[in-house]
């Protein structure tokens, strides 16, 4: 089944420690995303890809970093430069590079600082 | 700055009642109208989308009235249904950048 893999599930981050999140696809989409979920708001940009080795700043991209060394794979790191990392955090891919549309989510992961 | 404001933050229906949602929006430098569903522990899925230059779309039981000269747009949800049960969240994409704009998120239960 084609899809967005997210991994871990849950992630729970000590004081000072970075932490990456995963993120893979098999649809073959050009364009991905990492969004920010917070209770009561809605969500945040807070970097994306629309070709492989190239990525731009989101909305909240402060103590966030990427990479996009391949085509299926997006990771993010939390960095300790992220004061307030709690959150939902959720990886998008969609097949028209810039246009945002049709957005196709993977399960998120929860992270939370110990 | 809230650009999509989104109410109401939480809706209680019967089933085989009518769900509305509405979206308002202040930047008219929107071309795009998404609403997204999402079920608590998973990501939103793109449930219905309606671009500005048609005041109303239907898919199913879902609709999206668009009244672009009052800068808002609704979901209508009609014969609600337990499965509705979720978060909804409206979005407008702003078409110089590109970039979704998402509301506040409105949580659905429907009661049978």
């Known amino acids: 089944d084609g899809g967005i893999t997210q991994s871990p599930k849950y992630l729970f981050r000590k004081e000072g420690q970075n932490v990456t999140l995963s993120c893979e696809q098999n649809?073959?989409?050009?364009?991905m995303y990492w969004y920010r979920q917070d209770p009561g708001q809605g969500l945040r940009l807070i970097y994306y890809?629309?070709?492989?080795?190239?990525?731009q700043k989101g909305d909240i991209a402060e103590g966030y970093s990427v990479s996009r060394e391949k085509k299926e794979s997006f990771p993010l790191t939390v960095t300790s430069a992220q004061k307030n990392p709690t959150a939902f955090y959720l990886c998008?891919?969609?097949?028209?590079?810039?246009?945002?549309?049709?957005?196709?989510f993977g399960s998120g992961t929860q992270l939370s600082v110990l | 700055q809230q650009q999509v404001k989104q109410s109401p933050q939480s809706l209680i229906v019967q089933k085989g009642g009518i769900s509305i949602i509405n979206c308002a929006y202040e930047?008219?430098?929107?071309?795009?109208f998404p609403w997204y569903q999402q079920f608590p522990g998973k990501g939103p899925a793109l449930l219905i989308a309606?671009?500005?230059?048609?005041s109303e779309k239907k898919e199913g039981r879902f609709t999206i009235s668009f009244n672009k000269s009052a800068k808002q747009f609704s979901l209508h949800i009609m014969d609600s249904q337990p499965g509705d049960s979720a978060t909804y969240f409206c979005?407008?994409?702003?078409?110089?950048?590109?970039?979704?704009?998402f509301g506040t998120g409105t949580r659905l239960q429907v009661f049978p």
């Open positions: 998008a891919s969609s097949t028209t590079p810039g246009g945002f549309e049709k957005l196709f």
């Open positions: 649809l073959n989409h050009d364009a």
């Open positions: 890809s629309q070709i492989v080795n190239d990525f």
């Open positions: 930047n008219t430098a929107f071309d795009y």
């Open positions: 309606i671009r500005p230059d048609v």
């Open positions: 979005a407008a994409r702003h078409y110089n950048t590109d970039k979704l704009i």
